[in-house]
């Protein structure tokens, strides 16, 4: 008989985020995500932080004065889209922790991403995610709130 406590495509590819969001070096808020197609394969990840060449221990992390980490930080939803590295991006879905800010959703609608799966959306009330829920919607694209009945996925090292 084959095992029946596996995990679901939805809290895989969640799981998948999270673990890329593991990569972020933000010290407040780490946000990862993974664009998949229609056959649930992987087409890119990507974590908040700062572009390539610009170096986390130069660029400030500072959330507040005048020269501030939002300045230079890459979203990871953005940051699934580029390292997509032109791959056709219709009708994929987008997995990601943090409910995406309205310029991700620019980039979002722009790149063909048809639905769009998040945790939290802990900024609901912020001017840019509600400009982003109403781009999101005029555009098509279906905004869903990850569901599970599990507290949380393990990884172990180690285990043989």
């Given at each position: 008989?084959?095992?029946d406590?596996?995990?679901?495509w939805?809290e895989y590819?969640?799981?998948?985020?999270l673990?890329?969001?593991?990569r972020?070096?933000?010290?407040?808020?780490q946000?990862?995500?993974?664009i998949?197609?229609?056959?649930n394969?992987?087409?890119?990840?990507?974590?908040n932080?700062f572009?390539?060449?610009?170096?986390?221990?130069v660029?400030?992390?500072?959330?507040t004065?005048n020269d501030t980490?939002?300045?230079?930080?890459?979203?990871?939803?953005?940051?699934?889209?580029?390292?997509?590295?032109?791959?056709d991006l219709?009708?994929a879905?987008l997995?990601v922790?943090?409910?995406?800010?309205?310029?991700?959703?620019?980039?979002?609608i722009?790149s063909?991403?048809?639905?769009?799966?998040?945790?939290?959306d802990k900024?609901?009330?912020s001017?840019?995610t509600?400009a982003?829920k109403k781009m999101l919607?005029?555009a098509?694209?279906k905004?869903r709130?990850f569901?599970?009945?599990k507290?949380s996925?393990?990884?172990?090292?180690?285990?043989e």
């Amino acid at each position: 008989m084959k095992r029946d406590d596996y995990i679901n495509w939805d809290e895989y590819f969640m799981g998948v985020s999270l673990l890329a969001a593991k990569r972020s070096k933000d010290p407040n808020t780490q946000v990862g995500a993974c664009i998949v197609d229609e056959n649930n394969i992987i087409l890119s990840t990507g974590y908040n932080g700062f572009p390539y060449g610009c170096s986390d221990d130069v660029y400030p992390w500072e959330r507040t004065g005048n020269d501030t980490k939002y300045n230079y930080v890459v979203h990871a939803e953005l940051n699934a889209i580029l390292n997509a590295r032109g791959k056709d991006l219709k009708g994929a879905k987008l997995y990601v922790d943090l409910f995406p800010c309205n310029e991700c959703a620019k980039a979002i609608i722009q790149s063909g991403i048809a639905e769009v799966v998040y945790l939290y959306d802990k900024y609901a009330d912020s001017a840019a995610t509600v400009a982003s829920k109403k781009m999101l919607a005029s555009a098509g694209v279906k905004l869903r709130r990850f569901a599970t009945d599990k507290e949380s996925i393990v990884l172990e090292f180690g285990k043989e």
